[in-house]
């Protein structure tokens, strides 16, 4: 047995007697191994009356002068500076000429797509750019055009051409090389690349087939992962939880290498984005983990004064500065900063010191970087919020203007070399202007585009293999102690010996997905200490370090988008959500963001996520919800419903194994349901599974399930064949992708068809189902299909059961009326 030393872990108790300071101790630090460490809550140090102090927040600290940084960075990276500003302000005046005018220099073009720019903020994107390195992930503010351009440009800067030749020549834009290299193959291979990177992006704004992610994605989700930039979203805030889940897999991966949160001050006004920095200091990445320090990320304020309209320094937000807000998170305050993003060195130099911050003291960073944007928040924006001259104060500050006064005044660069570079800057951006509108060379998604998004709101990758890192498991799998008892157990019911339930295949489909897979995690609000939902996990506590294995907080949407940037980064999730009813917490989170990456990045992002969701029972109107039509409505979400422990097993085997990412729901009243139907595999086994099942085979009525209900089914089942009546009862088991053929050729031979779920009748997946078989079968019909479901109120305590949801005598009643129809 291990004892702590650290006073926060297991703190010395000076007023409680010996004998039951150690008895308390023994107990509440250690169980069995060191798999199963718990935090010691020490009263005397809760109560502690000391003071609670915050650090002071740096502001504007940066004071070097351009001469200092001349010497230091050397005229061709001072140009290259320069030059990368001024790409980044002329690509961005180009789309407001084309979104305000409908042309550019002459050349018309209709675009009516989001048009949200940065102007004016170039300095933030270059100067957080030059910082990075293309092993760092940046995920893009609500703007982020810039940061894509700055980030690219600073990676052709730095990969040599052979580096560069291969990441074109295998993008999903290589056409655009390829036509590029052929047109003039004496361009250098930078400039070339140069080229590349704003016709993928310019073409992607403009929805031409052409772009980085085929014209799907546009403007708000604009990215091109081999330099290192990551997707931006149109939701405000979107993006941050997302990085945090890329952090969680580089501190996994322990690569050297950071993931970096763009957003905007206005983002500060939404929960999921306080969440992620909690989510990203948790103390156990220091208590409890075997790798020790928090996540390696840095929280990029890109602080304009404005969120949409309304402006968050004196109107919508109460923080004055950003900044503040670090001290709400952790004593460490997140080592928050104010930063003059204005200047471009004041940028370089703070996110060079927060990254090595990061990587060497692991704990994540905070910087609040003071900007301004020129143009509105989109251009339906009314600029109702603001004068003329507040605009006109805040260019005296322009950070393009700006730096080439002082390389003009430094006198190490002439007037007419920079009029050189920007004449070239201004004839490349129109040329690559002129190739995105030209439908010989750029064609639209017109004709194509929905069926694009159609071949990839699934990827359907059976055995799809995650990265691989390094992740020690303590015992051999036959040696869990749980996995020993249910080994014991017999696989279908036969006598009153003790069968396999389907909690238990849960356990063991779960237990083989983290020995198959080494980057997968699990976390819910009590997965490792209770075990999950339904104690699933318990005994896997005895294996499994707590990198992979932990409780989160009670923050449903990040717990979400954490899963959503650990799979883009190249992992797999398990995340648990005890109760369905808490989708409603991760709203955005599921039906805007796992959901829909896969398609928005047209297939270059798989999400192998499984999100666990009890459907409850005896809890009550908020506990005992079932949202499967919810999950179903959506594009992009498999659903998945077992009813019984072998579908269970397979499911979830199916579910671990895959590329998508799949609503899991299971129903609270079936964990210690017993197989009663078909012997449970004892390995991983590659079912045919998504297929209805049909349980009970008759000829007058076909009666559906789908969850709980199927026993209910059963037992009416049986007094129906008393009175002559035998059905066929198919247990759905999936909702999406639902397979009808079974279904069809059921209706076609009883003519008559009866429902049953546990959810609310309106509106219900069940209500779907009907009005497919109708529509499907109409001509073999011989009743209306009749729909079963839950009361149309809310749930009511669980005494009102019986009353409340179908019962067997409520299927009995409804099959006995379609025959008599």
């Given at each position: 047995?291990?004892?702590?030393?650290?006073?926060?872990?297991?703190?010395?108790?000076?007023?409680?007697?010996?004998?039951?300071?150690?008895?308390?101790?023994?107990?509440?630090?250690?169980?069995?191994?060191?798999?199963?460490?718990?935090?010691?809550?020490?009263?005397?140090?809760?109560?502690?009356?000391?003071?609670?102090?915050?650090?002071?927040?740096?502001?504007?600290?940066?004071?070097?002068?351009?001469?200092?940084?001349?010497?230091?960075?050397?005229?061709?990276?001072?140009?290259?500076?320069?030059?990368?500003?001024?790409?980044?302000?002329?690509?961005?005046?180009?789309?407001?000429?084309?979104?305000?005018?409908?042309?550019?220099?002459?050349?018309?073009?209709?675009?009516?797509?989001?048009?949200?720019?940065?102007?004016?903020?170039?300095?933030?994107?270059?100067?957080?750019?030059?910082?990075?390195?293309?092993?760092?992930?940046?995920?893009?503010?609500?703007?982020?055009?810039?940061?894509?351009?700055?980030?690219?440009?600073?990676?052709?800067?730095?990969?040599?051409?052979?580096?560069?030749?291969?990441?074109?020549?295998?993008?999903?834009?290589?056409?655009?090389?390829?036509?590029?290299?052929?047109?003039?193959?004496?361009?250098?291979?930078?400039?070339?690349?140069?080229?590349?990177?704003?016709?993928?992006?310019?073409?992607?704004?403009?929805?031409?087939?052409?772009?980085?992610?085929?014209?799907?994605?546009?403007?708000?989700?604009?990215?091109?992962?081999?330099?290192?930039?990551?997707?931006?979203?149109?939701?405000?805030?979107?993006?941050?939880?997302?990085?945090?889940?890329?952090?969680?897999?580089?501190?996994?991966?322990?690569?050297?290498?950071?993931?970096?949160?763009?957003?905007?001050?206005?983002?500060?006004?939404?929960?999921?984005?306080?969440?992620?920095?909690?989510?990203?200091?948790?103390?156990?990445?220091?208590?409890?983990?075997?790798?020790?320090?928090?996540?390696?990320?840095?929280?990029?304020?890109?602080?304009?004064?404005?969120?949409?309209?309304?402006?968050?320094?004196?109107?919508?937000?109460?923080?004055?500065?950003?900044?503040?807000?670090?001290?709400?998170?952790?004593?460490?305050?997140?080592?928050?900063?104010?930063?003059?993003?204005?200047?471009?060195?004041?940028?370089?130099?703070?996110?060079?010191?927060?990254?090595?911050?990061i990587l060497e003291d692991k704990k994540p960073a905070l910087l609040d970087v003071v900007v301004y944007r020129y143009?509105?928040?989109?251009?339906?924006?009314?600029?109702?919020?603001?004068?003329?001259?507040?605009?006109?104060?805040?260019?005296?500050?322009?950070?393009?203007?700006?730096?080439?006064?002082?390389?003009?005044?430094?006198?190490?660069?002439?007037?007419?070399?920079?009029?050189?570079?920007?004449?070239?800057?201004?004839?490349?951006?129109?040329?690559?202007?002129?190739?995105?509108?030209?439908?010989?060379?750029?064609?639209?998604?017109?004709?194509?585009?929905?069926?694009?998004?159609?071949?990839?709101?699934?990827?359907?990758?059976?055995?799809?293999?995650?990265?691989?890192?390094?992740?020690?498991?303590?015992?051999?799998?036959?040696?869990?102690?749980?996995?020993?008892?249910?080994?014991?157990?017999?696989?279908?019911?036969?006598?009153?010996?003790?069968?396999?339930?389907?909690?238990?295949?849960?356990?063991?489909?779960?237990?083989?997905?983290?020995?198959?897979?080494?980057?997968?995690?699990?976390?819910?609000?009590?997965?490792?200490?209770?075990?999950?939902i339904a104690g699933v996990y318990n005994g896997l506590q005895e294996a499994l370090p707590y990198e992979r294995l932990?409780?989160?907080?009670?923050?449903?949407?990040?717990?979400?988008?954490?899963?959503?940037?650990?799979?883009?980064?190249?992992?797999?999730?398990?995340?648990?959500?005890?109760?369905?009813?808490?989708?409603?917490?991760?709203?955005?989170?599921?039906?805007?963001?796992?959901?829909?990456?896969?398609?928005?990045?047209?297939?270059?992002?798989?999400?192998?996520?499984?999100?666990?969701?009890?459907?409850?029972?005896?809890?009550g109107t908020q506990h005992s919800q079932e949202w499967t039509a919810l999950a179903s409505h959506v594009p992009g979400?498999?659903?998945?419903?077992?009813?019984?422990?072998?579908?269970?097993?397979?499911?979830?085997?199916?579910?671990?194994?895959?590329?998508?990412?799949?609503?899991?729901?299971?129903?609270?009243?079936?964990?210690?349901?017993?197989?009663?139907?078909?012997?449970?595999?004892?390995?991983?086994?590659?079912?045919?599974?998504?297929?209805?099942?049909?349980?009970?085979?008759?000829?007058?009525?076909?009666?559906?399930?789908?969850?709980?209900?199927?026993?209910?089914?059963?037992?009416?089942?049986?007094?129906?064949?008393?009175?002559?009546?035998?059905?066929?009862?198919?247990?759905?088991?999936?909702?999406?992708?639902?397979?009808?053929?079974?279904?069809?050729?059921?209706?076609?031979?009883?003519?008559?068809?009866?429902?049953?779920?546990?959810?609310?009748?309106?509106?219900?997946?069940?209500?779907?189902?009907?009005?497919?078989?109708?529509?499907?079968?109409?001509?073999?019909?011989?009743?209306?299909?009749?729909?079963?479901?839950?009361?149309?109120?809310?749930?009511?305590?669980?005494?009102?059961?019986?009353?409340?949801?179908?019962?067997?005598?409520?299927?009995?009643?409804?099959?006995?009326?379609?025959?008599?129809?």
């Open positions: 047995m291990t004892f702590f030393t650290d006073p926060f872990i297991c703190p010395v108790i000076i007023d409680i007697e010996r004998k039951y300071r150690l008895q308390y101790f023994l107990e509440t630090i250690y169980s069995v191994g060191d798999m199963t460490k718990k935090i010691f809550l020490s009263p005397q140090k809760t109560m502690n009356k000391e003071n609670i102090t915050f650090n002071d927040v740096k502001v504007f600290a940066y004071e070097k002068s351009f001469a200092d940084e001349l010497k230091s960075y050397g005229k061709n990276n001072i140009l290259n500076i320069y030059r990368d500003m001024f790409y980044v302000r002329k690509f961005e005046e180009m789309l407001l000429s084309v979104k305000k005018n409908r042309e550019y220099n002459g050349k018309p073009f209709y675009y009516e797509g989001a048009s949200h720019l940065a102007i004016g903020q170039e300095a933030a994107a270059v100067g957080q750019a030059y910082a990075l390195d293309v092993k760092d992930f940046s995920f893009g503010s609500h703007r982020a055009h810039g940061e894509l351009i700055a980030r690219g440009l600073r990676a052709i800067e730095t990969l040599d051409d052979n580096s560069l030749v291969k990441i074109m020549s295998e993008s999903s834009s290589k056409c655009n090389y390829e036509f590029l290299r052929a047109k003039f193959p004496k361009k250098s291979i930078k400039q070339i690349a140069i080229e590349f990177l704003l016709m993928g992006t310019a073409c992607e704004i403009f929805a031409r087939s052409n772009g980085f992610l085929k014209g799907m994605s546009g403007s708000m989700h604009v990215f091109f992962t081999p330099f290192g930039v990551y997707p931006n979203n149109a939701i405000v805030g979107g993006q941050v939880p997302i990085a945090v889940g890329s952090a969680l897999y580089k501190k996994k991966a322990n690569d050297g290498s950071i993931a970096v949160a763009n957003f905007g001050d206005g983002a500060m006004g939404c929960g999921v984005v306080y969440e992620s920095m909690n989510f990203s200091t948790m103390a156990q990445f220091t208590t409890l983990w075997e790798n020790k320090g928090e996540l390696p990320i840095l929280f990029n304020v890109l602080n304009n004064g404005y969120g949409m309209g309304g402006q968050t320094r004196g109107e919508t937000m109460g923080y004055d500065s950003p900044a503040r807000l670090g001290a709400g998170i952790t004593p460490h305050g997140m080592h928050a900063e104010r930063v003059n993003g204005m200047n471009v060195f004041a940028v370089i130099d703070a996110t060079t010191r927060k990254k090595k911050s143009a509105g928040h989109s251009q339906s924006d009314k600029e109702s919020c603001r004068v003329e001259e507040e605009i006109d104060a805040w260019r005296t500050l322009d950070p393009v203007e700006n730096f080439k006064k002082d390389m003009l005044n430094s006198g190490a660069f002439t007037e007419s070399e920079i009029d050189k570079l920007e004449e070239k800057i201004l004839a490349d951006i129109n040329y690559i202007y002129t190739l995105s509108i030209d439908e010989n060379v750029s064609s639209s998604i017109v004709n194509g585009g929905v069926q694009e998004l159609e071949k990839t709101t699934f990827s359907n990758i059976d055995n799809y293999k995650c990265g691989v890192l390094n992740s020690e498991i303590k015992l051999p799998k036959q040696e869990i102690s749980r996995i020993k008892e249910i080994s014991k157990k017999a696989r279908i019911k036969s006598s009153n010996e003790p069968s396999i339930t389907l909690g238990e295949a849960l356990t063991e489909a779960i237990t083989e997905a983290f020995y198959r897979e080494s980057s997968l995690v699990s976390y819910g609000e009590n997965s490792r200490d209770w075990g999950g932990f409780n989160s907080p009670v923050s449903e949407a990040t717990m979400v988008s954490c899963a959503v940037g650990y799979a883009m980064s190249g992992g797999r999730v398990i995340i648990d959500f005890m109760y369905s009813d808490f989708m409603g917490r991760a709203g955005d989170e599921i039906f805007n963001q796992l959901a829909k990456w896969q398609a928005m990045s047209v297939g270059e992002f798989k999400m192998p996520i499984v999100l666990r969701v009890m459907v409850g029972t005896k809890y979400l498999k659903v998945y419903f077992p009813a019984t422990p072998y579908d269970a097993r397979a499911l979830m085997n199916k579910a671990t194994s895959g590329s998508d990412p799949v609503i899991f729901f299971e129903s609270q009243r079936l964990y210690e349901q017993e197989e009663i139907l078909n012997e449970v595999p004892t390995e991983f086994t590659e079912i045919d599974c998504e297929k209805p099942t049909l349980v009970k085979s008759g000829d007058s009525v076909t009666i559906i399930t789908l969850g709980a209900p199927l026993y209910r089914a059963l037992e009416a089942e049986k007094a129906l064949a008393s009175k002559g009546v035998t059905v066929d009862i198919i247990d759905l088991k999936v909702v999406v992708p639902l397979n009808y053929e079974e279904i069809i050729a059921s209706v076609k031979k009883t003519g008559r068809v009866v429902l049953v779920s546990d959810a609310c009748e309106r509106g219900s997946f069940l209500k779907e189902v009907a009005s497919e078989i109708t529509y499907r079968s109409f001509k073999d019909l011989k009743a209306p299909p009749i729909v079963l479901g839950a009361k149309n109120t809310v749930t009511p305590p669980y005494e009102c059961d019986a009353n409340f949801f179908p019962t067997a005598k409520d299927i009995e009643k409804a099959v006995l009326e379609v025959v008599r129809f």
